[in-house]
């Protein structure tokens, strides 16, 4: 086998950079959607995200509907990480809430599903925001459904009121605006089947490992 894939496959486990609080970045810039504008999205923002509903579906024993409340009394995690996008920039901001692999076990996910996929309350360019990414980072200790960042509750422009901290992949695999949690076997008759937005419209990588 190629060492570097090697090196690639056995490293998946490994825990991204975590920093401290005197490393945080003063700022935190918001990318692309900085606010769905839909008048879906604008009703739930009315009422504080009180009728926010978090979908749990597909190659699942258990499809759940998880109110926020619901999410904030799961075990939730806390990391404070790097965040690096593609178009050059970083910052380093607190995370909190539960992992994704709670939500997922609660779930019952069956053993057939091989990829976790993430309905997005946004379009971006006119299309439906959406990522995916496999079973392994789905149950990485550090991807986490994020409530809060940098210790208040996720504003509008950082994905309000759910989105995904995927901390080993870049930027864009952190899908903003999460509606629903889909385990699928394939991702082919997702979208237009290459697994997300970016993957399939601009031709970046579906595995963004950092
Ligand atoms: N739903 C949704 N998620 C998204 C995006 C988006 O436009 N819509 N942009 C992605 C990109 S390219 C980056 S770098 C990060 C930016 O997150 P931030 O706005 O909290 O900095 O969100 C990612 N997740
Ligand atoms: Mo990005």
Same mark, same amino acid.
């Given at each position: 086998?190629?060492?570097?894939?090697?090196?690639?496959?056995?490293?998946?486990?490994?825990?991204?950079?975590?920093?401290?609080?005197?490393?945080?970045?003063?700022?935190?810039?918001?990318?692309?959607?900085?606010?769905?504008?839909?008048?879906?999205?604008?009703?739930?923002? &009315?009422?504080?995200?009180?009728?926010? *509903? #978090?979908? !749990?579906?597909?190659?699942?024993?258990?499809? %759940?509907?998880?109110?926020?409340?619901?999410?904030?009394?799961?075990?939730?995690?806390?990391?404070?990480?790097?965040?690096?996008?593609?178009?050059?920039?970083?910052?380093?901001?607190?995370?909190?809430?539960?992992?994704?692999?709670?939500?997922?076990?609660?779930?019952?996910?069956?053993?057939?599903?091989?990829?976790?996929?993430?309905?997005?309350?946004?379009?971006?360019?006119?299309?439906?925001?959406?990522?995916?990414?496999?079973?392994?980072?789905?149950?990485?200790?550090?991807?986490?459904? &994020?409530?809060?960042?940098?210790?208040? *509750? #996720?504003? !509008?422009?950082?994905?309000?009121?759910?989105? %995904?901290?995927?901390?080993?992949?870049?930027?864009?695999?952190?899908?903003?605006?999460?509606?629903?949690?889909?385990?699928?076997?394939?991702?082919?008759?997702?979208?237009?089947?290459?697994?997300?937005?970016?993957?399939?419209?601009?031709?970046?990588?579906?595995?963004?490992?950092?």
């Amino acid at each position: 086998m190629h060492k570097g894939l090697q090196r690639a496959l056995m490293n998946r486990g490994a825990l991204a950079p975590e920093f401290t609080r005197e490393q945080m970045s003063p700022v935190f810039r918001a990318n692309g959607t900085r606010d769905p504008g839909t008048p879906a999205y604008a009703a739930m923002v &009315a009422d504080g995200f009180a009728s926010y *509903r #978090l979908q !749990v579906g597909g190659l699942v024993d258990r499809p %759940l509907s998880l109110s926020l409340a619901q999410l904030a009394s799961m075990p939730s995690r806390s990391q404070i990480t790097r965040h690096d996008c593609v178009e050059g920039w970083s910052a380093i901001g607190q995370w909190q809430g539960p992992m994704l692999g709670t939500v997922l076990k609660a779930a019952g996910m069956r053993q057939s599903a091989r990829y976790v996929v993430f309905t997005c309350a946004d379009l971006y360019n006119g299309e439906p925001y959406y990522e995916s990414i496999d079973t392994i980072d789905a149950f990485h200790p550090q991807t986490i459904l &994020a409530l809060k960042m940098n210790g208040a *509750r #996720l504003t !509008v422009p950082h994905g309000a009121p759910v989105r %995904l901290r995927v901390e080993r992949q870049l930027g864009y695999k952190h899908a903003k605006y999460v509606t629903g949690i889909t385990a699928v076997s394939d991702l082919k008759s997702i979208g237009k089947g290459k697994g997300g937005y970016w993957e399939d419209n601009v031709d970046y990588d579906w595995y963004a490992g950092i």
